[in-house]
């Protein structure tokens, strides 16, 4: 067996209450490794793929890497894929914590959720034993309240829950792991709710999946630790969470201002930024298992209208969508929105851009004060905010229109609502815009989840956070506002990020560490002797993969635009007059990923990549 | 006519181009604190040795600026230390400080959550560093 799993995967089906354990054969996870690619391939073989997203045949997948449990820095992540409810495409929701190590430990290397409880449950994997218990009296609780109460008699059992949004089929609904980690994209918490499944536990007593080679491990792990020691990026997210990209950012065009209308507001960065985090409210820094940087927040705020008890703290993306996004320049408020959103099981990327849409239809008088039920949503009015997101939790008065994100609602509110939404394939944005880096404007256009800066490593090649010219062809420093020479960029940040989910390595550790570090340590685990042009070849079949997936479902060329809102410049800001140019960023890209004129992956490239059924299926 | 880089008399023309820069005080306002510029010695482009740099800067004014010894160079709140190629390269604009800073290209001492809330201003001093008419050690006849 390929060293680094436990060997086997868990299948339940909730409707008949049965389990089994089923395994993949070593040739099929040195092609696909793990995490969300092996779970499209998966879910390509064995289910219905135009299922309804909320439906019981939609499967829920929750899947590790094999580096996951290994000790080695930022392999504690695990992602969670589906059908997503809130785009009707793949989704994939990669989330660090503590749940991947633990399933490992358990003996398992995913879960493979099937079917639909009549009731409520909780399924549990304790010590070897699997369960299904009744979770009737937890159905109705927020996150944090129904995870203390699974932990309350063993505090090193590792949950996964959603809360009231989940239950109530928000397709912006998250799922927590232990309170201060969250799959928060794409609505995987809707389709856990459609199950009826509450929670997921984990305790493991398996032990270690055992490594290829230990010596070879050790080695590469004494280099990721001095590496990590080594880069300021790693000191910078340890001593401000990923939140010190909020000054950074506003110079340089990245960050969103007013429902992405506006830029250059820097005193309303810096009134939410990570230094003022840091000197206000962070009582310390929290690390995901076996991650030295320990980029996580915990937070507190004892006076004004917002306090908060200790807990976990927002990171950039929640700062800049409650922040800069709703002219909201209090700290207090964004932690306050996070709390809510944790406790509530939403992503808070969707629910802050659903927030975003309706203030600024507020202001022009399409969405009123009686359609809010009394609520003042002028920008800024974070008391509102906060109303309106538990009425969105709980499917309250406007709150149901915005519970399913911003390119559901607005479709329901109709007219011209769409175009102030920012959004690809059904998926808002993230906190970076495109007009300030155009490369992850193309990103955004060919991620296969949807508008997402996580497919891929665009944030850190674009943005300068890391620089790799070993691994593949790159300059030492790129212009944001550019589109020439982009595509290439994209494509090869594309290739070697998307392993990030399929490996499960947290992307700040990737982008601290050197390429070669990574593969060492990756060969050390599984044996596979992976060279860089292996990784990258298992990159380019796991993004051709999913890309089929979403063309069987009527995804094509389309669909990869960016919205009106993106093409239209700035006045201000670091990123003023400036839009992508999609033609040329699309016609390069097209032709290096081996694109058609539909936008179909080219039946040579699928053939070359080992895709054969999925070319059967596409080409058929 | 251009001065040779890393010279006391660049330096005086350094300090006087962020004095003449119309938008450098208002900028500059909340920055308090000595700068220390470490240059890597590279014998094949004309630098034996290490240069040190001692910059001074105080809400918008700029104090002492001189060419100084290793010492007084490590007793500044912050201290920039990279190879004369990394230097010259964020002179000409061609790599941003901050990149160069994480990914490792240029090294810094110092209080990272101060340079982050300022981030303006290190762009500001870069940029006016771009515009003094210099003579690169490796441009010498
Ligand atoms: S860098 Fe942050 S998100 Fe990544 S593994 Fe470490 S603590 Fe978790």
């Given at each position: 067996m390929a060293g680094g799993y436990a060997g086997k995967f868990l299948r339940v089906d909730l409707s008949k209450g049965s389990w089994d354990d089923f395994t993949i054969a070593d040739d099929v996870l040195r092609q696909y490794i793990g995490g969300s690619c092996l779970a499209a391939k998966l879910f390509l073989e064995?289910?219905?793929?135009?299922?309804?997203?909320?439906?019981?045949e939609n499967p829920l997948m929750i899947m590790t890497g094999?580096?996951?449990?290994?000790?080695?820095?930022?392999?504690s992540r695990f992602s969670v894929c589906a059908?997503?409810?809130?785009?009707?495409i793949w989704a994939e929701s990669a989330c660090g914590g503590t749940f991947g190590p633990e399933l490992k430990r358990a003996g398992y290397d995913g879960i493979v959720i099937e079917g639909r409880s009549e009731k409520p449950v909780v399924l549990s994997i304790i010590d070897s034993k699997i369960a299904l218990s009744d979770a009737s009296s937890l159905w109705g609780k927020d996150i944090y309240e129904a995870t203390d109460e699974l932990k309350a008699?063993?505090?090193s059992i590792k949950a996964l829950v959603i809360g009231p949004a989940g239950e109530n089929l928000a397709r912006i609904a998250a799922i927590g792991n232990d309170k201060g980690h969250f799959s928060g994209r794409a609505g995987l918490g809707a389709v856990m709710g459609s199950k009826n499944l509450k929670a997921v536990l984990v305790k493991g007593n398996a032990g270690k999946a055992p490594k290829a080679d230990d010596d070879a491990f050790k080695t590469a792990m004494k280099a990721a630790m001095q590496e990590i020691k080594e880069s300021a990026l790693a000191e910078g997210l340890h001593m401000m969470?990923?939140?010190?990209?909020m000054d950074l950012g506003m110079v340089t065009g990245d960050v969103p201002v007013k429902n992405w209308t506006s830029g250059g507001e820097f005193d309303l960065a810096n009134s939410l930024s990570g230094p003022t985090m840091r000197e206000k409210y962070l009582t310390k820094a929290h690390a995901c298992t076996?991650?030295?940087?320990?980029?996580k927040r915990v937070v507190k705020v004892e006076?004004?209208?917002y306090t908060a008890e200790e807990g976990p703290g927002p990171e950039y993306e929640t700062c800049a969508v409650f922040g800069t996004m709703l002219m909201n320049p209090d700290l207090t408020a964004v932690i306050k929105a996070n709390e809510l959103c944790n406790r509530y099981g939403m992503d808070t990327i969707s629910c802050g851009s659903a927030v975003a849409l309706a203030m600024e239809l507020f202001e022009k008088g399409t969405v009123t004060k009686e359609q809010l039920d009394?609520?003042?949503?002028?920008?800024?009015?974070m008391d509102s905010v906060l109303e309106l997101v538990k009425k969105m939790a709980y499917r309250q008065g406007f709150g149901d229109i915005l519970a399913d994100g911003a390119v559901h609602a607005a479709r329901r509110i109709g007219?011209?609502?769409?175009?102030a939404v920012v959004h690809v394939k059904g998926l808002e944005a993230p906190m970076h815009d495109p007009r300030g880096f155009h490369g992850m404007g193309l990103a955004y256009m060919m991620s296969n989840r949807g508008a997402?800066?996580?497919?891929?490593?665009v944030l850190a090649t674009e943005q300068g956070m890391a620089s790799w010219p070993q691994l593949f062809d790159m300059k030492d420093?790129?212009?944001?506002?550019?589109?020439?020479?982009k595509a290439a960029l994209v494509y090869n940040s594309e290739n070697y990020g998307i392993l990030a989910n399929s490996l499960a390595i947290c992307h700040y550790v990737a982008y601290s560490i050197k390429p070669e570090t990574l593969r060492d340590a990756f060969n050390a685990v599984?044996?596979?002797?992976?060279t860089f042009t292996d990784l990258l070849s298992t990159g380019m079949r796991d993004w051709t993969l999913k890309r089929g997936f979403n063309n069987l479902l009527?995804?094509?060329?389309?669909?990869d635009i960016l919205p009106k809102r993106i093409m239209t410049a700035l006045d201000?800001?670091?990123?003023?007059g400036s839009v992508p140019d999609v033609d040329l960023l699309l016609k390069e890209y097209y032709e290096l990923r081996g694109l058609d004129e539909r936008g179909f992956p080219k039946a040579e490239i699928l053939a070359v990549l080992g895709l054969d059924d999925l070319k059967a299926r596409l080409y058929q | 006519m251009p001065i040779k880089a890393m010279t006391q008399e660049w330096m005086d023309a350094y300090k006087a181009a962020i004095q003449a820069d119309p938008d450098y005080r208002n900028i500059a306002k909340d920055w308090e604190g000595s700068v220390a510029l470490v240059v890597n010695p590279d014998p094949s482009k004309n630098v034996p040795e290490p240069i040190y740099l001692f910059m001074d800067y105080w809400h918008g004014d700029v104090g002492e600026f001189v060419v100084c010894d290793k010492a007084k160079a490590e007793s500044a709140r912050f201290v920039m230390t990279g190879d004369y190629a990394r230097w010259k390269q964020v002179a000409f604009k061609e790599l941003d400080a901050t990149k160069a800073l994480l990914q490792g290209k240029l090294k810094m001492k110092g209080d990272l959550p101060y340079v982050v809330r300022n981030i303006k201003t290190v762009n500001k001093v870069i940029d006016i560093l771009g515009k003094v008419d210099t003579l690169w050690p490796d441009d010498h006849k």
């Open positions: 064995r289910y219905p793929i135009e299922a309804d997203p909320l439906s019981p094999p580096m996951v449990g290994s000790g080695f820095p930022g392999t059908k997503s409810p809130q785009t009707g008699a063993d505090r969470g990923s939140d010190a990209n076996n991650c030295p940087i320990a980029c006076d004004g209208p009394g609520l003042d949503l002028s920008w800024g009015r007219g011209d609502a769409i175009d997402c800066h996580l497919q891929h490593f420093d790129y212009q944001g506002t550019t589109s020439e020479g599984t044996g596979f002797g992976f009527g995804i094509s060329k389309k669909d201000t800001g670091g990123a003023a | -």
